[in-house]
């Protein structure tokens, strides 16, 4: 069966770009178009693609100046929302009111761009003395370039702020954003993963017994590190496929930070959390039986551990299959250089000499 992928772009003079499927003797090539492709891989692994990193989700922390522009901010939020002068903005009560913008979806079928506000007040712990602060919460990944410039001039037109943009692109703080990394052509199923993260491992499969969802580091409610079928999750939330009609994974690092905006570009890769890459054919010597327990044993236990459960002739076999397979599938190098075109691509800032 042909595999095709649409995939939407952030430009919305380019409508949406596909990615066809061709031909190359024995097996399909995804032919990848390099706005969206840190690498393909083929035969014998493939065929298969990964994305360049997508900034997922971003929260961002914008200072105010005080309890009195924090008050206006206020007002000028409730008065747009209850009298509907700008239709983007919208408002909700759970324990206490937040603010949404949300404006057209870039293209006919995908999701809309949307922006979480919420009004905070932190009092120290010592001196008791308040502070006032704006918090964003948004996908850059789906709002893009163009949608977010669009959000920061409806929220210039509100908040009545003529040097927003500064604030929010070169003042704002980071708290916490997520990366996505998406392996197209393939399910988790298919993967082996090799954490160096501590924390707990924790997998879902549903009846059937194929893994579809695992989380690694996991801490309380938070994990660092999930992976998961995004097309079950798309149609579970019954949301419109970004990539159609094939399978793929999704990987996700989520990071805590407190570095301003433009220093993003510079954070450490997240990536040596998680190895992530293809399982290899089963070695001619090893059982089918033992190879089929042998691959799951990996995720729970580890490589090592579960090397120590085969018979002792078969160990360096199988470890150097798993690290050949590694070598081939696995390059987070090409991966990471696209960073800083990731996020030129959201239109953020940059420090002088540090632009991509």
Known sequence: MPLIIHRYTNKPEEGYEKLKESTDKDHIFYKALNTHTAYKVGSPWGPWLVTRPMLDTLTILVDLKGFEEYQHLWSAFVDVTKTKEHPAFSAVYRKKYAFFWTSEPIH???????????????????????????????????????????????????????????????KGRVSR???????????????????????????????????????????????????YNKVLQQIEAEEKKKYVANPYTRVEYSRKSGVVLPKLISRDSPLPLLS?????????????????????????????????????????????????????????DKIWKFWPKTLQKYGFYFPEGEEP
């Not at 551990?305 to 085969?310: E, F, V, W």
């Open 108 to 170: 006919e079928g995908s999701e809309p761009p949307q922006v979480y506000q919420e009004l905070q007040t932190q009092t120290h712990k010592d001196t008791k003395e308040k502070t006032y602060r704006l918090r964003l919460h948004f996908s850059p990944e789906r709002t893009g370039k163009y949608k977010f410039q669009e959000f920061i001039e409806d929220l210039s037109y509100v908040w009545a702020e003529p040097d927003l943009a500064d604030r929010i692109l070169k």
């Open 177 to 227: 954003y997520d990366i996505a990394i998406d392996i197209l052509g393939i399910t988790p199923p298919e993967l082996v993963f090799d954490p160096t993260i501590d924390g707990k491992r924790i997998f879902y499969s549903p009846k059937e017994g194929e893994l579809e969802t695992a989380y690694f580091g996991k801490k309380k409610k938070t994990a660092p590190v999930k992976v």
């Open 276 to 332: 992530v890459y293809k399982a290899p054919p089963r070695p001619d010597k090893v059982d089918p039986a033992v190879w089929k327990l042998f691959l799951p044993c990996v995720r729970y236990l580890g490589l090592e551990s579960a090397l120590g459960l085969l018979d002792e002739p078969l160990q360096p076999l199988v470890r150097d299959a798993m690290a050949e397979a590694k070598a081939a599938t696995r390059r987070p």
